[in-house]
């Protein structure tokens, strides 16, 4: 990828593809882009509330780690987890990061998210994963039943993430009114 901008105009036009897969139109389904903006307010959300609490986190850069951290697909492209190739795609994306004309800055940011190590990357996490459900929840008020699959899956995985830092589920509830 030579540009920002081609990189920025992938990720805009880039459909996400497990919401197609569950019979969500092309024109009508979220592109990676609208799901990044979407992760990186839920997250700023998530952070502010947490550091309320007393939890040590910056919630811009729990934003900024959200707003990156599908970058990578503007080169591979939205592979979902139904594909079975979770390994290979981690490898590609990685592979991709370096391809990107990203500052080290931001390279660093996404990696650090793909390895899951900091406050700040969990935040990212959880929040990625509830803005996916939330937006489930959209599919399936608009008629999109089969989309409730991802949701259903997902809650499960955001609990899981949850017990590692339990106020996650508080400000989850507090910022989104989801209970896990």
């Known amino acids: 990828m030579d540009s920002l901008v081609e990189m920025l105009e992938a990720l805009s036009s880039l ?13 009508l389904a979220e592109t990676v882009s609208d799901h990044s903006f979407w992760s990186a307010v839920i997250g700023y959300e998530l952070g502010v509330s947490a550091r309320r609490r007393g939890v040590r986190v910056n919630p811009e850069r729990v934003a ?9 697909e503007s080169v591979i492209g939205d592979i979902p987890k139904t594909a079975g190739i979770s390994e290979a795609k981690e490898e590609a ?18 990696r650090g998210f793909m390895e899951g190590e900091t406050v700040e990357a969990l935040f990212a996490r959880a929040a990625e994963v509830a803005a996916t459900i939330v937006r489930a929840k959209v599919y399936m008020d608009e008629g999109f039943e089969r989309v409730g699959e991802i949701s259903e899956n997902l809650a499960e995985y955001l609990r899981g993430i949850t017990r590692k830092m339990p106020v996650l589920r508080e400000v989850l509830a507090e910022v989104l009114g989801l209970e896990l």
């Open 15 to 27: 459909s996400r593809t497990g919401w197609m897969l569950r019979g969500v139109p092309h024109v």
């Open 64 to 72: 900024v780690i959200a707003l990156l951290h599908d970058t990578a």
């Open 93 to 110: 994306e990685a592979r991709a990061l370096d391809s990107l004309p990203l500052s080290p800055e931001a390279r660093s940011l996404v």
